[in-house]
């Protein structure tokens, strides 16, 4: 039988430590999913001064933190979530090639902040994809393209190319599927008329079907069908609660001040907000 964790954290920044962090002390029977602990905002931070009992540049402060998880035991999965789905009380986390229950989620993806491609929000889910294990099928035989807003998504794009005819990349590599075109070009825009038809780059065109971004954050309500948004934040309660029972959600994913410390608190908040969730369901599966 799956195991069915009591809560799934989503996002191995500060947010999602200090929430795993607190499920464990807790007892909480957590997962704490991320694609690195400790990701690239904290340890590019030039100097952390901000901080309660830290001050240093951010490798010192990734190093603290990471003798502190080791010490506190805190267990880290590495994983990128590509989707998020509720069947009755139980959440199925995607990730690329694994799939996890829990009771509760919180989710502390933090923001994109590389910018919205032009045509981005009016094409999506109408040929703009952000997941190629859950898109990529619908793209057989078609031209694509494929915009790596950062690295490590060469797995992904290889993936998409069994399908597509053509596959345009944009953000550098080598690959080894002869239907990948690399593309030189920044691209600027997202066009077409109802669906998607063309990518606009600097000095080009490219006529395609489908595009995919491939980035390390996904905006909120793409990884979360039904979860209510202002954009790129998720609007949540005082406990940081979502307006999907169970799911919870910290740290910059919730808005400013984009802060560690605040990122901190909230995972925190949520750790515990969760916890309440969990003995809440208990008692009603009692009675
Ligand atoms: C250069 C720089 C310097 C900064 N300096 C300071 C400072 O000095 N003081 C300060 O208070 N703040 C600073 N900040 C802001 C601070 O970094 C953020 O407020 C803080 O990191 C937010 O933490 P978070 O956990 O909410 O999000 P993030 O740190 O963004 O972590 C989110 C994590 O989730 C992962 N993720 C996203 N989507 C998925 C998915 N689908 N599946 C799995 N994982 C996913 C991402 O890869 C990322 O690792 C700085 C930011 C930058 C960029």
Excluded at 77 to 97: C, I, L, N, P, Q
Excluded at 108 to 113: H, K, P
Aim: neutral net charge; contains cysteine.
């Amino acid at each position: 039988m799956e195991h069915i964790y009591d809560v799934a954290v989503i996002g191995g920044g500060i947010a999602g430590y200090s929430a795993a962090l607190s499920l464990k002390s807790l007892g909480a029977d957590y997962l704490w999913l991320g694609e690195t602990a400790f990701g690239e905002k904290v340890k590019k931070s030039e100097y952390v001064r901000n901080y309660p009992a830290f001050v240093g540049d951010g490798e010192r402060f990734a190093e603290a933190l990471e003798a502190q998880r080791e010490r506190e035991g805190v267990r880290f999965t590495r994983g990128r979530a590509v989707g998020v789905f509720r069947m009755k009380d139980v959440y199925t986390v995607s990730a690329e090639d694994t799939a996890y229950t829990a009771r509760s989620v919180i989710l502390c993806t933090g923001v994109d902040l590389r910018g919205n491609l032009t045509g981005e929000r009016e094409f999506t889910g109408r040929g703009v994809s952000y997941c190629a294990v859950c898109d990529g099928a619908l793209y057989r035989g078609k031209d694509i393209a494929v915009v790596m807003a950062s690295d490590g998504f060469s797995e992904e794009v290889e993936y998409l190319a069994d399908f597509a005819k053509t596959a345009y990349v944009f953000g550098g590599g080598t690959f080894r599927h002869k239907n990948i075109v690399p593309c030189g070009e920044t691209p600027r825009a997202v066009e077409g008329n109802g669906r998607v038809e063309r990518l606009v780059a600097d000095g080009k065109t490219y006529k395609v079907d489908g595009v995919f971004l491939l980035r390390a954050a996904v905006p909120p309500a793409a990884l979360v069908g039904g979860l209510k948004t202002d954009g790129a934040h998720v609007v949540v309660g005082r406990d940081l609660s979502t307006n999907l029972g169970g799911l919870f959600a910290a740290g910059d994913v919730t808005g400013l001040p984009y802060q560690y410390a605040k990122a901190a608190g909230e995972g925190l908040v949520a750790a515990h907000a969760a916890k309440r969730y969990l003995s809440a369901l208990k008692q009603v599966k009692k009675t």
